[in-house]
């Protein structure tokens, strides 16, 4: 019979080579090693451990010789054959790194500052590969506001939402916005190696404002009221809109409220005082908290008529973008079954 392996161990040894042995996050092999070492200890023969262990005796041997040469650290898996991963854990921390602050990376940027840290180039498709597993989307980026909301002004604004529903008051939601003859890019399907190009028109070569207004209607949906203005957007042009609106207010016999965000225009002397008349109709003004975009429903009427209803990105004059920004609340109109109420200003 072939006499034991001689391996003695301490009591603090076995302890150690224990938990290693029971412990189900340790690898399979370390954890089979470990108790190769501990039955080596106990007397087994090296024929009985590898039957046991289901090894073959030269994996054996090499593993119980890694042990009397190193310890615990034999135990540990050797390198792995064929080339090492170039990819290493650094990479993924690097680039969570960099995405996590204020400026837009693109892929090939991407590429350049993994080349400069770690001296190695990969090609662009492994990058992207490895942001799509690290859980990242290749987004348009998204204007947001300067600052934050303050929470008693989010809770003030709450209050008196709740408070109007409560009482019965007719909700108004209103905004403004601007049409340009070159709007935002967006994707857009185009042949490999092609573009789909727009033209740019800078400065003030045209536009096209537009005052909005989103009321919840009595069987849950939205009513929309809307202007398109012929020049600019300010003080006198969004008084006209809310004297339209006051005047409808007052003939319907339900009082109302109207909220809007903190514009200039909005806080204006003459604003203020044309404010007063409005009161004394019916209609009260009241304002969103500052920073607070995503509380006026009427964004998404600006997001869905230049994002989704208005596929081209340039116009070759005002009057054309007028006829397009026309036809885009027309079929926001129709997709929203409610009635547009398109003339509510004074003299229209």
């Not at 150690?16 to 023969?45: C, D, I």
């Not at 009082?255 to 008349?277: I, L, T, Y």
Request: hydrophobic share 40%; net charge positive; aromatic share 10%.
């Amino acid at each position: 019979m072939p006499a034991p392996l001689r391996i003695h161990l301490t009591p603090e040894e076995d302890a150690q080579l224990r938990e290693l042995e029971t412990n189900p996050v340790v690898p399979f092999k370390v954890r089979r090693r470990a108790q190769a070492v501990r039955l080596a200890a106990q007397g087994w023969t090296a024929p009985r451990i590898a039957c046991h262990l289901g090894l073959d005796r030269s994996t054996l041997h090499r593993d119980l010789r890694r042990w009397l040469e190193k310890g615990i650290e034999g135990l540990e898996d050797g390198k792995s054959p064929g080339a090492s991963p170039r990819w290493i854990p650094a990479m993924s921390a690097f680039l969570r790194e960099l995405l996590q602050g204020e400026e837009a990376w693109t892929t090939p940027r991407l590429v350049e500052a993994l080349e400069g840290r770690f001296f190695v180039s990969f090609h662009p498709g492994t990058v992207r590969r490895k942001l799509l597993e690290m859980g990242y989307r290749w987004k348009r980026t998204r204007y947001v506001p300067m600052g934050k909301p303050r929470e008693e002004e989010v809770a003030r604004f709450k209050a008196a939402l709740e408070g109007a529903q409560r009482g019965g008051l007719r909700v108004f939601f209103l905004d403004e916005s601007g049409f340009g003859l070159s709007l935002p890019p967006t994707y857009a399907w185009a042949r490999k190696g092609e573009a789909v190009r727009v033209p740019r028109a800078w400065g003030k070569a045209g536009r096209v404002n537009v005052v909005a207004h989103l009321e919840r209607g009595p069987s849950g949906g939205w009513v929309l009221g809307y202007r398109l203005l012929q020049g600019r957007c300010g003080t006198g042009e969004v008084v006209a809109y809310l004297e339209g609106l006051s005047r409808k207010v007052a003939r319907e016999g339900v009082r109302g409220v109207v909220f809007m965000d903190n514009a200039p225009f909005h806080r204006s002397r003459g604003f203020q005082e044309a404010a007063e008349g409005w009161r004394d109709r019916g209609l009260e003004v009241a304002y969103l908290p500052r920073y607070s975009p995503h509380l006026n429903p009427v964004e998404g009427v600006w997001r869905r008529a230049k994002g989704f209803l208005m596929p081209r990105r340039h116009y070759a004059s005002v009057g054309e973008l007028r006829g397009a920004v026309t036809e885009a609340f027309e079929r926001l109109q129709e997709r929203m079954g409610q009635e547009v109420l398109q003339s509510l200003c004074v003299g229209t």
